[in-house]
């Protein structure tokens, strides 16, 4: 491998010094707004992870009290969200059978995380999962046949397999912190299912698509007609992904937080 020479190096450490110092003042910030600390070994990298999660999204106070993550795959959210704020109070949703068994065996015995091997949507009862490559992909809705194309890797599907669902409701109490979805096309069902707990939310942390995913999938503007229609407001938006091959924006964090009740 030939290395850069000096020159170079200089010029690569005086480009990225701009981004990096804006990255510290940005932690700086999410340390102060949040109460955590980040100081010392590991610090900018667990807030570089909590960023790629949309954390610094959420207003401040929004990762202490009660967490519920919907859509939890392996808890790569969970990870994130317990390395800034290691006291945080979460509640897992993960359909997938294998899936579910790697949630537990990362977090099942940690105090503070209760896991629920199941899909939330408007009621109890049981659906097919559809189950791709990558899990991260699966969804109770059908992929459409271009999701391969956009995501290459994992995004073919495999097969199905039935699991339980469940309303939000008949699941946790509030008061929520944060309500965070990521459940591939099905936020419109977890929402239905959750109107006590959206009451009780402070905050929702959800990812929004700007093109057509999975079959009958939640549509940016109606996700944004709902939660405007549960007395919340758009905090802040990620700057999301983009499609390789024609530069559209394809998906995105959205940050939602309660209203202020009007005079």
Known sequence: ??????????????????????????????????????RGPGGYRRFRAACRFGLDLLPPGALAGHILDAGANEG?????????????RVTAFEPEP????RLRARFGSREGVAIHELALGRGAGTAELHVTGNTVFAS??????GLTTQYPRGADLTGT???PVAALDDVVAGPVSLLKIDVQGGERDVLAGARRVLSETAAVLLEVTFVPHYEDEATFGELH??????????????????SAGTGELLWADACYVRAPASA
């Open 76 to 88: 790569q959210f969970a990870g994130a969200l317990l390395g800034v704020a290691p006291a945080a």
């Open 140 to 145: 109770l809705h059908r992929p459409l046949g």
């Open 161 to 163: 397999v039935p699991v």
């Open 1 to 38: 491998m030939a290395f850069p020479s000096a020159g170079r190096r200089e010029t690569i450490a005086r480009l990225a010094l701009p981004g990096i110092v804006t990255d510290l003042r940005r932690m700086r910030r999410f340390a102060r707004d949040h109460r955590v600390r980040l």
């Open 225 to 242: 007609a709902l939660l405007l229609a549960a007395s919340f407001r758009l905090h802040a938006l990620g700057e999301g992904r983009r």
């Open 98 to 101: 294998g899936t579910a068994a």
